[in-house]
């Protein structure tokens, strides 16, 4: 079997694939990875300022920008969340 991979990058802009804007990107990427949890939500003031979070929350960014629509992140708030 031969698995052939592209090495091009994908063309993105906003809105992403399912309407969402950059601007609710990161809402929805802060929102679970600093105002959703109890050691964000206590440590958030230094959590926005530290570079690995901010990195964090851009690559959570660029995978809704590139991928996602509302209806997967609703999934996986299922998932994880419930």
Not at 18 to 30: F, L, P, S, V
Not at 53 to 59: A, P
Request: charged fraction near 20%.
């Amino acid at each position: 079997m031969f698995i052939e991979f592209s090495t091009t990058q994908p063309i993105v802009s906003w809105p992403a694939p399912g309407g969402i804007t950059e601007q609710q990107a990161k809402t929805i990427c802060e929102d679970r990875i600093i105002n959703l949890s109890y050691i964000g939500n206590s440590c958030a003031s230094k959590l926005r300022n530290d570079t690995t979070t901010r990195n964090i929350i851009q690559g959570c960014i660029d995978d809704i920008q590139v991928r996602l629509t509302i209806y997967d992140i609703t999934a996986c708030d299922v998932l994880v969340y419930h």
